[in-house]
């Protein structure tokens, strides 16, 4: 047991302690790896995510670009000339929402925005009125005479006089207004409306002190009127153009003016409908009058953001860009802007080289977030990191998630990158779930190295458990040699003692009665039979071990090979009480065989029957003939073999039971044998048994045996 501890702590010194360490350098190895593919992945992302704000930057950068080519030598500029290029940029440019003008860096202009109104209060009034204008048209005495004296047929008059005498045509504009509404206080319906005509006609752009233009008023008029006459048709013709002329914004209005003229436009249009004038089919109206109110509702929407952002980015404009800012180098400044839930980008060019006293101006471009959002960065995020390991979030300033990729963000982040100066003020967030270590292995040469080294731990540990298997084999072996050679001493012993012991009683005449004799004799022969086997058996199997045995095959008649041997046994146990029974069923035919062996195995099977029968004194021997194969079976009703042994039983030295429990004598050599002779005839033999029970040993061997030699 010693050695064998000796021998195992040796190897796993030898070879477990280096497998380990080989392991250990491997896994180290692998570990490296794993974090340089990260490394390597992350620097891959870092340098993608690069690209794409960079990408998202340009798109950003051209519209600068192209707004600064096309307004650059024209700051002061009056817009409507810069107006069809800035058009054409805009349309050409999705991320565009609006061209602005910052005027003094608090005053927002938009030259080409295209709105229907302009905020309360924020329309340019336009030339001043000369002051002696209106006096020169001897306007005053007409408007005396129409509103102190309520003289309209002499008002009437002095209008027209004033009239002729006008020069001006703003003037002329005026005069023709107050001229109709004379004639509607004094009941000339048709004329006032062909004046009001005439003033759409000629002067519907002029603007009357105060800033208002006389075109919508002037239009309404005629609608109200040619109602009040009796000529819905007209009625409504003028209604819908004046609600087409307010939405073709023909008139520069003020948010309060528009909603009233609208208002006024639609209640006519409406009333003319349901009051269903008869002779008027008014049904193909219908639709267009719908596709205007979707229009006006679409163009509102656009002038109310337009005018919130210009109310609500003002001040942050201000504030970011008045006396200058840190980013003086750069032609263009950005802010982000958030106007009532909607997000901008602002970019406002300022003049290069900004003389001292320069007007604090500046033309700036409005981006809308969300255009930049799905025609910049989407397509940057999806050309660079295509649908794959690496998923993206995209963050607003608030942390709330703005857009992912296809994939859901899966595994840690590995990397945030920001915009440039924090507009667009998004983060965008890397995810990446931590390489695997079968891929890192195989993408790798060191991976390689590792594998290999792995596979040597692997092999050597393999090798150990081989080598101490085979050890302990050996060990096993070498223990049942020194088994057999204490037990066959004393089965050489004992029965010698005995011999010697009874021999000697018989020599000296010391046994009296005759029967007693006889059953010394009986002692004697078994004893010197079990000699005589055991000394066979050994000398046998050492022949067999050799290569020195020779078996010869003579055709034998097996029946009475085995009654010979059983009677042989009955003799030799009867006095022991042992029923051997013998069953030959059917003719056996003649059989080739060496009969010696043979003999020498079936009487090893029936001493074993003997010796392991425990308290049962019966056992049987029976042959017969099973389709090819000749059959000899010896069952005993003994003790059995434990299913743990039952595989052993014919190995060398193999004995059942251990050392302390085992009651029974042998060398373990009978079995094996056995086994050899069989093997030897071309047959083979089997056990059967159940512990208590007994067991079944049988041998086949095949009929047509050829001869041999
Ligand atoms: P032994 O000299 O020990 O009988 P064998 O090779 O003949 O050697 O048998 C090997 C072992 O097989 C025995 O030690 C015993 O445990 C078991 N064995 C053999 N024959 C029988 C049997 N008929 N009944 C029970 N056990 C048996």
């Known amino acids: 047991?010693?050695?064998?501890?000796?021998?195992?702590?040796l190897f796993g010194l030898g070879i477990v302690l280096p497998s380990l360490l080989l392991g250990y350098l491997a896994f180290r190895g692998i570990q490296n790896d794993r974090a340089l593919v990260e490394k390597e992945r992350l620097e891959?992302?870092?340098?993608?995510?690069?690209?794409?704000?960079?990408?998202?930057?340009?798109?950003?950068?051209?519209?600068e670009e192209a707004l600064a080519n096309t307004v650059a030598d024209h700051l002061e500029t009056p817009f409507a000339e810069l107006a069809p290029a800035l058009e054409k940029l805009a349309a050409g440019n999705p991320l565009v929402e609006q061209f602005f003008y910052l005027k003094d860096f608090k005053d927002i202009r938009f030259p080409i925005a295209g709105l229907l109104y302009v905020a309360d209060g924020r329309r340019e009034t336009g030339p001043s009125w000369p002051a002696d204008l209106s006096n020169s048209a001897g306007i005053e005495s007409a408007?005396?005479?129409?509103?102190?004296?309520?003289?309209?047929?002499?008002?009437?008059?002095?209008?027209?006089?004033?009239?002729?005498?006008?020069?001006?045509?703003?003037?002329?504009?005026?005069?023709?207004?107050?001229?109709?509404?004379?004639?509607?206080?004094?009941?000339?319906?048709?004329?006032?409306?062909?004046?009001?005509?005439?003033?759409?006609?000629?002067?519907?752009?002029?603007?009357?002190?105060?800033?208002?233009?006389?075109?919508?008023?002037?239009?309404?008029?005629?609608?109200?009127?040619?109602?009040?006459?009796?000529?819905?048709?007209?009625?409504?013709?003028?209604?819908?153009?004046?609600?087409?002329?307010?939405?073709?914004?023909?008139?520069?209005?003020?948010?309060?003016?528009?909603?009233?003229?609208v208002q006024r436009a639609k209640t006519l249009i409406e009333e003319i409908f349901s009051s269903r004038p008869p002779g008027l089919d008014l049904a193909?109206?219908?639709?267009?009058?719908?596709?205007?109110?979707?229009?006006?509702?679409?163009?509102?929407?656009?002038?109310e953001r337009m005018i919130a952002f210009e109310e609500g980015a003002a001040p942050a404009l201000e504030a970011k860009f008045r006396g200058g800012t840190?980013?003086?180098?750069?032609?263009?400044?950005?802010?982000?802007?958030?106007?009532?839930?909607?997000s901008y980008l602002v970019s406002i060019m300022r003049p290069t080289a900004q003389p001292a006293n320069a007007s604090d101006s500046a033309w700036g471009i409005i981006i809308d977030a969300e255009?930049?959002?799905?025609?910049?960065?989407?397509?940057?995020?999806?050309?660079?990191?295509?649908?794959?390991?690496?998923?993206?979030?995209?963050?607003?300033?608030?942390?709330?998630?703005?857009?992912?990729?296809?994939?859901?963000?899966?595994?840690?982040?590995?990397?945030?990158?920001?915009?440039?100066?924090d507009t667009p003020d998004w983060t965008l967030e890397f995810h990446q779930p931590p390489p695997r270590l079968i891929r890192t292995f195989l993408l790798s040469r060191r991976g390689l190295y590792s594998f290999v080294f792995l596979l040597i731990a692997g092999i050597l540990v393999f090798g150990l458990a081989l080598t101490i298997r085979s050890v302990s084999h050996e060990l096993e072996l070498a223990r049942m040699k020194s088994d057999f050679v204490s037990t066959v001493s004393h089965e050489f012993k004992s029965p010698l003692t005995s011999i010697r012991q009874l021999a000697e009683m018989l020599q000296s005449g010391r046994v009296p009665s005759?029967?007693?004799?006889?059953?010394?004799?009986?002692?004697?022969?078994?004893?010197?039979?079990?000699?005589?086997?055991?000394?066979?058996?050994?000398?046998?199997?050492?022949?067999?071990?050799?290569?020195?045995?020779?078996?010869?095959?003579?055709?034998?008649?097996?029946?009475?090979?085995?009654?010979?041997?059983?009677?042989?046994?009955?003799e030799r146990v009867r006095h022991e009480g042992f029923d051997i029974e013998l069953k030959v069923q059917g003719p056996i035919p003649p059989v080739a065989v060496d009969r010696t062996a043979l003999s020498q195995a079936i009487t090893n099977l029936i001493d074993n029957a003997i010796k392991y029968s425990g308290d049962s004194r019966k056992v049987v021997v029976s042959a017969s003939v099973e389709e090819q194969f000749l059959a000899i079976a010896v069952q005993d009703f003994g003790v059995g073999i434990k299913k743990e042994d039952i595989d052993r039983v014919?190995?060398?030295?193999?004995?059942?039971?251990?050392?302390?429990?085992?009651?029974?004598?042998?060398?373990?050599?009978?079995?094996?044998?056995?086994?050899?002779?069989?093997?030897?005839?071309?047959?083979?033999?089997?056990?059967?048994?159940?512990?208590?029970?007994?067991?079944?040993?049988?041998?086949?061997?095949?009929?047509?045996?050829?001869?041999?030699?």
């Open 514 to 570: 005759e029967e007693r004799r006889q059953k010394y004799y009986d002692v004697l022969l078994e004893q010197s039979e079990r000699l005589a086997l055991l000394t066979d058996n050994i000398l046998s199997l050492a022949k067999i071990e050799e290569g020195r045995a020779e078996f010869a095959f003579e055709t034998t008649d097996v029946s009475a090979l085995l009654t010979k041997v059983v009677s042989s046994f009955q």
């Open 650 to 709: 014919f190995e060398r030295f193999f004995r059942g039971g251990d050392e302390l429990t085992r009651t029974v004598k042998g060398s373990g050599l009978g079995l094996t044998l056995i086994k050899e002779i069989v093997e030897a005839h071309r047959g083979k033999v089997q056990v059967e048994s159940e512990p208590g029970k007994g067991s079944v040993f049988s041998i086949r061997l095949p009929l047509l045996l050829g001869k041999e030699s």
């Open 284 to 303: 193909p109206f219908r639709s267009e009058f719908q596709t205007l109110e979707t229009e006006e509702a679409e163009e509102r929407n656009k002038t």
């Open 326 to 342: 840190d980013e003086t180098n750069r032609s263009f400044s950005r802010l982000a802007l958030v106007v009532r839930n909607h």
């Open 143 to 261: 408007q005396r005479l129409e509103f102190r004296q309520k003289d309209y047929p002499r008002a009437l008059a002095a209008y027209r006089q004033a009239l002729r005498r006008a020069s001006d045509p703003r003037l002329e504009g005026l005069i023709l207004n107050a001229l109709a509404r004379v004639q509607r206080k004094s009941g000339l319906l048709k004329e006032a409306v062909s004046t009001y005509e005439n003033i759409v006609r000629g002067h519907g752009g002029t603007i009357i002190p105060g800033g208002m233009p006389l075109g919508p008023s002037a239009s309404l008029e005629i609608c109200v009127m040619t109602r009040e006459l009796g000529d819905s048709a007209k009625s409504f013709q003028t209604s819908l153009g004046l609600y087409k002329s307010l939405l073709d914004r023909e008139w520069t209005l003020e948010r309060a003016e528009f909603d009233f003229f």
């Open 1 to 9: 047991m010693q050695k064998r501890r000796r021998i195992v702590l």
């Open 44 to 63: 891959d992302t870092r340098r993608d995510a690069d690209r794409v704000t960079r990408a998202v930057e340009d798109a950003i950068t051209s519209v």
């Open 371 to 421: 255009r930049l959002k799905e025609n910049a960065l989407r397509p940057a995020l999806h050309d660079y990191f295509p649908s794959g390991e690496t998923t993206w979030v995209v963050k607003a300033k608030d942390g709330a998630d703005i857009m992912s990729s296809e994939n859901p963000p899966a595994g840690p982040v590995t990397f945030r990158m920001s915009f440039v100066s």
